[in-house]
């Protein structure tokens, strides 16, 4: 963005954008869905035979072990590197008696950037990411550091875009300041809409950054009986899972361009692509949205 204008490149992209669904490794590995390497690589391959190659990863994931096997999965499929994009985030420091933390916190100093970076490259076996994000904002966040760090990993070829996750428009303005910023991941769902209601949406598109969406489904187990017998009416009507009625709503927005999906389950990897083919109707949009916010919009 040039002080507000969108950049008509970027509005004619989405404009025209194709909605993708990306693969959320969260809970893969041994850590989580306590899944073998040869169960990521059964994951890894059932998604590519979808056609979603794209794979969110963060360093943190597993207790700091979901890349490392995320990496050898990959490498016993023997796939080759182009014809996958992967995402990593870093930032966000557990916990952590070997890695000195006495306190959960944030750092993105240029030189914890550059090494968690490498670190990550190490353990999934790459020369670079196609995405790198910075998992959460920090308010000790030093913008000329991070554009030193992000320059230099992109001059060596190590990072191919940059961005961010969970920021606020005003945070991604006083970064944008420094560096030039292409992303940002948020929590995005019927169970968190404020950046549809709150014009964030918008100020993301005016920052020229694509919005891809975490949790889509995780949390709708907690919400209300209104949505639920909507969702479930929903289901029906369209002949899908409410899983996918809950991404397709995501995914109607126009200013989300992808949905990070977490799941562990080859077979619902196969019925989530549904998601992207389903058209609901403005007012089937609109009676989930209501069912969800637990009033009529205005
Ligand atoms: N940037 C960030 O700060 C951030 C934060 C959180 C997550 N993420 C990313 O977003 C990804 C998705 O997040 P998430 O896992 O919280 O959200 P999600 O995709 O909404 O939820 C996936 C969870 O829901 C369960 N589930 C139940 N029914 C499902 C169905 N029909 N289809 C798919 N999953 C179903 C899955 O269990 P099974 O495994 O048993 O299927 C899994 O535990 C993560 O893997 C991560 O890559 C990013």
Redesign the pocket.
Known sequence: MLNGVVDPIFFALICTMEKKL???????GSW??KMSTQQNADAISKWLEYGVNEF???NL?GDYSCEKEFGEALRCLKISRPSVRLIS?MGIENLSLERGNFVKHYNYSKKHIVSCVERTLNDLQTDYLDIL?L??PSPLIQADEVAEAISSLTSEGKIRSFGV??FLPSQVDWLTRHIKIEHN???F?LSDFQALENGNLESFALQNLSVAA????????NTSTELKLQLASLSEKYNC????I??AWVLKHPLISS???????LE?IQ??QKALDVRLSVQDYFSLWEAARGTKVP
Request: glycine residues 8%; positive net charge; charged residues 20%.
């Open positions: 990306i693969a959320g490794t969260m809970r893969w989580g869905a969110d990863l963060a994931y985030k994000l998992h959460r996750s969970n991941q948020i929590e769902s975490y949790s889509p489904i995780i949390h709708l187990g899972s409410e899983a996918c809950a991404v949905v990070v999906i977490g799941t562990s389950k619902r019925e989530i």
